[in-house]
T-cell receptor
Framework: RKEVEQDPGPFNVPEGATVAFNCTYSNSASQSFFWYRQDCRKEPKLLMS???SGNEDGRFTAQLNRASQYISLLIRDSKLSDSATYLC???????????FGQGTTLQVKP | GAGVSQSPSNKVTEKGKDVELRCDPI?????LYWYRQSLGQGLEFLIYFQGNSAPDKSGLPSDRFSAERTGGSVSTLTIQRTQQEDSAVYLC????????????FGPGTRLTVT
């Protein structure tokens, strides 16, 4: 089992839709998680950190379910500019490094 | 302040040649990470440094790959006898320390092996 797993998508949604991505992780001792956004041919950039049960920032909400070992990212009122790949990140079970998921691709259509 | 920089931005090399990729982390960041991203794929961890030491080299694909970091700053990733499957974007990231910190990425080096 991969340490961090995501549905690669793509998710194709119309503008204004609400979309949610899930990510599962294997290290039950993990305390903190991240969602990164990566635009085409660009480097990843931090979108949100998730340290407890969840975090909200405008249209974006990240939630953590420790019992089931997954985190989710909810995007409300999708914009065309939200089109990107969203990477889930969790600490490795063995070392201090962070493990990136494969990424989920979102395409928001007019 | 200045972000993470990488050079070259693009590198085309012939199969069998050696290449060196450079990463300049954010000043003061003690941890430095190297990743590889093939087209349409996720980030593949290669190696990370805490200071000049590499506690985890588990992601290096083969003994053709090596990396070093000097002075707790600049890092060089070397690929010897390049193969076509080495073609990818090589990304470097730095953080203030290891663990749960935001990783700041450089723009990457796009390596093409012909």
């Amino acid at each position: 089992r991969k340490e961090v797993e995501q549905d690669p998508g793509p998710f194709n949604v119309p503008e204004g839709a609400t979309v949610a991505f899930n990510c599962t992780y294997s290290n039950s001792a993990s305390q903190s998680f991240f969602w990164y956004r990566q635009d085409c041919r660009k480097e990843p950039k931090l979108l949100m950190s998730v340290y407890s049960s969840g975090n909200e920032d405008g249209r974006f909400t990240a939630q953590l379910n420790r019992a089931s070992q997954y985190i989710s990212l909810l995007i409300r009122d999708s914009k065309l500019s939200d089109s990107a790949t969203y990477l889930c990140v969790a600490p490795s079970s063995n070392t201090g490094k962070l493990i990136f998921g494969q990424g989920t691709t979102l395409q928001v259509k007019p | 302040g200045a972000g993470v920089s990488q050079s070259p931005s693009n590198k085309v090399t012939e199969k069998g040649k050696d290449v060196e990729l450079r990463c300049d982390p954010i000043s003061g960041h003690t941890a430095l990470y190297w990743y590889r991203q093939s087209l349409g794929q996720g980030l593949e961890f290669l190696i990370y440094f805490q200071g000049n030491s590499a506690p985890d080299k588990s992601g290096l694909p083969s003994d053709r790959f090596s990396a070093e970091r000097t002075g707790g700053s600049v890092s060089t990733l070397t690929i010897q006898r390049t193969q076509q499957e080495d073609s990818a974007v090589y990304l470097c990231a730095s953080t203030p320390g290891t663990g749960a910190y935001e990783q700041y990425f450089g723009p990457g080096t796009r390596l093409t092996v012909t």
